[in-house]
């Protein structure tokens, strides 16, 4: 909109429904990650609102079979989302409203609550970068804390960490709150991520001739 008053009363969702996330899904549409919760800090199912930021409601929802939606990505076309105690990674095509698992992260103590916030998810180049935390010391082997990535296009998924070495928590119980992305120059330095971890600035240099190095500064 040219305006840059806010509307408080534009959209709003039923009592109950609390909203965690926001991102595009093509340029129709705004997804608002949600869940339900009857008390605090208890979700009990997650749901993705779709609103055309016109209407005074939304216009068409996509149901995740998960208690709670943590993060979402638009890119190449698709909607990937992180959902539920367990962070597993979903994938919505544009135009669809159907979500497909394309992966399930391990916890090995059912009480775990893995973490994808929503700032710590970035795309760059085809690849989508997400920070995992509040991954427990018993669950560490199958899935540390750290920086993943994989294509932003489902026909070539994979899973990959370029990250593995750990910070104090040795895999388990970091928390990572953003990535940032800063465009190198050309001839100088390749793009840089940042690495917001706990109280301190970490710097993750992607370079797409040599191997994933980790800066700190």
Known sequence: FPSHDM???RLDLADAWIIRCLEDFG???LAI???FQRTAGKPLR???FLWDRLANSWSDEISIPE???KAMKFANGHLWIWAGRSCNLYV???GSRRATKMWAFVKEDPTENFEVLPGSVIEKGGIIYFALSGVGQISK?????GVYSFPSNPQNFTLNIPYTEHFEGRGFGETYSGL???HGLAGTHGDIIFISVFSFLFFLEINSVDPLDFIER
């Open 92 to 94: 919505v095509p544009e």
């Open 141 to 145: 082997n199958k899935n540390p804390c």
């Open 7 to 9: 509307d408080a009363n």
């Open 27 to 29: 340029m129709m549409h």
């Open 33 to 35: 990650g949600a869940h």
């Open 180 to 182: 940032g992305l800063f």
């Open 46 to 48: 997650g749901r993705i």
């Open 67 to 69: 208690n709670e939606i």
